[in-house]
Every structure is written in C-alpha cells, then in structure tokens.
C-alpha cells in the first residue's frame, strides 16, 4: 500500500516574488481577471510540501472528564538552501519566515490540521544537513490570549452563549469558521468579570452542558451538546482481519475515572451533592468536585450530579488507545481513518492473545495524534468509553435501554 499524500500549506504574502497564485498582466494563463485560480495579492496558502521531511500532529485529550487541549503540530522542513531563514535574502519566502504565519496539514484530501505558527526553530548541522521546525498551535491559543470584557450574559442555551462569546468584539470569530449547536441545557445571566480569559469561560460554558468543545482538524471551532453520543456502525477496528487492522492495544481497568461522591455548583443554580452508596461501600469515597459552572436551574445541578454518580460509580474496563498504520490500509479504509474527527465513535474487536471470543467495545475518539514521514504513517487514537451513554433513537447499540444507555437528563 502507499503512504497517503500528505500536504502542507503556509499563508504567505508573496505578491512580489514571483512565487505563488498571484496575477500577472499580459500573462495568458496567470493573467486572467475572471480566474478565481490567480489573485490579485495578499497572503494566499502555498504547498511547501515538497521540503517537508516530517510532520506530527496531537489533538483531543487524554481522559473523559479533562478539557479538550490546544491541538499541536511540528512540521520539520529541510532546510539545506536557507529557504527558511528568516536572513536569508535570496530565500523565495524571504520575510515571511516569521511567527503567526497560517498552516495547514490535510492528507489525501481529508485536513487534519489548521492552525498558526507559533516559533520557528532552525538546526544548522555541521554536514549541511539543515532543518526548520515550525511549532504550531489551533485557535485555542488565540482565545487563550484573548481576555474578556465585564458585563451581565444573557440567559440562553450553552451554544448560543459560545457563539456570543465568539461573536464579541473581544473574540470575533468568523461565524463561517464554525459547528456550534445549540445546546441542551439552559444557564443563567452571569456575570462575567472584567478580565476574564476567554477559552477558560467558554470551557465552562462546555461543562455546564457538558459538552465536547475542541478546534476540528479543519481548524473549525465544535461544540456537541451531551445528546450528541455518535452513533454504530462506522469503522471498525479489529485484529482479526474483519475490519481495519491496529496495533499497540493499551488496556486500563482501575480507578482513574471511578467517583461515587459527586458535588456539583452553579454560580447560579446552587449546589448538589449525589452519593452511590453502594460504590461507596465497596470502593470507599472518590470524590468529583465541579464548581463555579453556568446552569440556572437548581433542577440541572442535581441532574448532572446524579448522572455523574451513575456513570462513573464503578471502575472503568477502558480500551485506552490504538494505533493505526494508514500506509498498510487501502484507500478505502485510509480515507475511513484520515476521516475520523474528535467525538466520533468506533467499534473495536480485540482477542488477546489470539485466544477467542474477542472483546468488543465501543469507544469515543477523544484523541487523535498523527507520525508522517517518507515512508510511514501512523495515526493513535485514545478513547472514553461509551459503556453508560444516553439514548440514540433507533441505533442498532445506543438506542437498546438493555444496554445501560440512560433515556436523558
């Protein structure tokens, strides 16, 4: 099988280089008015793929109840003609070699990537064999500089609230550059404070819902209310031959997302407290604690205690992570895998030591780290369990009350 065609692209302004789509007068191809392929000027993203030499990717998080993360991205270029030193005059991308530049990563069509440059990182080797590293970042970064402006929010959904964050004169996020539903629970008029940073309140607007709130690899901002649990019969991962191929299983079964002591806050909505005394008892007390969260209603704070106490009461068997090797795949089942976004949900067969029946689980993907070179690639992905889930109607595994999957909260 072949290495999936990977592409990087960086936004730069080479009006005046001769380098890139820009238009050019007299030019019978390059000089046509009415051809959207040629522009007049201004930063345009140009392929510089063929000077990458590596290229990692890491997006989600690790465990169910953390925060989505800033994704991250190096993309480590050869650097043995000095096109990437910012000193170097006769460079075809001379002054532009600087922080902030737009980058994009997409492979065989599907992006994985979007985000900004934040430092570039440049190796001279006594044999010449120069590199460049561009160490990129996703729009958390920009809104974990952004700062908000005091005042009273209005009492609305928890979409609608993150699309008036990011629609505010602090933020001003492009409304095209966005998949926010509206949400299901309803939160108060807070008060922001004067100062506030601005991805930590809308992280707390996320875990009022609570939601998935994370940047897409098409560097889209997401938020999924709680009801959006993905559904079966996507991929399917296994390593028996039936489906896609993985290596590396990881495997926890433990305490690290076991709590029987649930205490939730609303600035607005009181406190709650959920107790499963049965875990208790057999576990002893493991605390959850979230506090400071948006919901207006007393009601919604002791919903989302006891749902907590009833899905994380008992120890967890978790398929942690997987690894995927896409050049080995076929195309069908590379564009299968490159498709995968955060918050999808995949089957996973697996039969320890060849010995059946197999174990077969359902995981939400929360996390999605890429290695491209030259010659290989290979996706990770980390899951959380979706053993207690709510109610999908009319799916096949999330929609059978048999199951666990609660009705709603």
């Not at 994380?312 to 050049?327: A, H, I, N, T, W």
């Not at 080995?328 to 996973?348: F, H, M």
């Not at 899951?383 to 048999?402: E, H, K, M, N, Q």
């Amino acid at each position: 099988m072949a290495v999936p065609t990977p592409k990087v692209e960086i936004g730069f302004e080479l009006t005046d280089s001769g380098t890139g789509p820009y238009l050019r007068l007299d030019d019978p191809v390059a000089g046509r008015l009415d051809d959207p392929n040629w522009v007049l000027g201004g930063d345009v993203l140009v392929d510089v793929t063929d000077r990458v030499r590596s290229i990692s990717i890491a997006r989600g998080k690790n465990r169910e109840l953390d925060t989505f993360e800033a994704g991250l991205a190096n993309v480590v270029f050869n650097n043995q003609d000095r096109a990437f030193d910012p000193e170097f005059t006769a460079s075809p991308f001379f002054g532009q070699i600087v922080p902030r530049r737009t980058i994009r990563i997409s492979s065989a069509g599907q992006f994985l990537f979007y985000g900004v440059i934040d430092d570039w990182n440049l190796n001279y080797d006594p044999n010449n064999d120069n590199t460049a590293s561009a160490a990129c970042s996703d729009a958390f970064g920009f809104f974990n500089s952004q700062t908000l402006t005091g005042g009273t929010a209005t009492a609305q959904k928890t979409g609608e609230r993150i699309n008036a964050i990011l629609s505010s004169a602090d933020v001003e996020w492009p409304v095209s550059e966005r998949n926010v539903e509206t949400g299901v629970q309803d939160l108060g008029a807070d008060v922001i404070e004067d100062g506030t940073n601005a991805l930590e309140y809308l992280r707390t607007v996320a875990a009022s819902e609570p939601g998935a709130f994370f940047i897409g690899g098409n560097g889209h901002v997401v938020f999924r209310d709680r009801y959006a649990t993905g559904s079966s019969g996507g991929v399917t991962l296994t390593d028996d031959g039936t489906g896609i191929p993985y290596f590396g299983m990881k495997v926890v079964y433990g305490s690290e997302l076991l709590y029987n002591e649930i205490v939730i806050g609303s600035n607005l909505g009181g406190t709650a407290v959920a107790l499963d005394t049965d875990s208790i008892g057999e576990f002893g007390v493991r605390n959850l604690t979230q506090t400071n969260l948006l919901m207006s209603q007393p009601s919604a704070v002791t919903d989302l205690a006891n749902w907590y106490a009833q899905k994380y009461s008992q120890p967890e068997f978790r398929f942690e992570e997987v690894s995927v090797q896409v050049d080995q795949l076929t195309p069908t089942q590379q564009a299968a895998i490159l498709a995968l976004e955060l918050g999808d949900v995949v089957e996973i067969r697996f039969t320890p030591g060849n010995v059946p029946p197999a174990i077969v689980k359902y995981g939400e993907v929360i996390r999605i780290d890429s290695s491209i070179d030259p010659i290989n690639h290979v996706v990770s992905l980390g899951f959380a369990t979706t053993d207690v889930a709510l109610l999908v109607l009319d799916d096949l595994v999330f929609g059978r009350l048999d199951r666990g999957n609660a009705l709603a909260f």
